[in-house]
């Protein structure tokens, strides 16, 4: 098999793995790379075992195109500074959509890329020039 020990499974509000709840459907990720970007493997994800991920796969899906989560815990992270987009794939020459692009962002780790640092400054003291200074 592609996927040895696959198992569909949900989160909960806080971003913690739980049990995939009994539904009609999932919508699993089967595939993610790299396998290991968040620390913890999220092949298995049943994007609609939790209502924010769930309503906007429903928003893409309305609007044909990509829609974005509000500030969400990612898997395997703690705080909710993750984003995720979501677009749904459409299969060729067709209306029916078979799958979901999922791509979702570390908003702390990509504010860290692209915001160049600062050096620090020789002296960290901050003050007027004195009057000698200033009379010359």
Do not use: C
């Amino acid at each position: 098999s592609e996927h040895p020990g696959f198992e569909v499974f949900g989160l909960d509000a806080a971003g913690n793995r739980t049990p995939a709840p009994q539904v009609a459907y999932h919508t699993p990720l089967i595939y993610f790379w790299p396998p290991d970007a968040f620390g913890v493997p999220p092949v298995g994800l049943d994007l609609t075992s939790e209502p924010v991920r769930t309503a906007t796969l429903e928003r893409a899906l309305r609007r044909g195109g990509m829609a974005l989560t509000p500030f969400v815990v990612l898997l395997g992270e703690h705080e909710d500074d993750g984003i995720v987009a979501i677009h749904p794939v459409v299969a060729p020459n067709s209306d029916r959509t078979i799958g979901f692009l999922t791509t979702p962002i570390r908003l702390t780790l990509l504010l860290e890329a692209t915001i160049p640092t600062l050096p620090k400054p020789a002296s960290s003291r901050i003050g007027m020039p004195s009057d000698s200074a200033r009379s010359r």
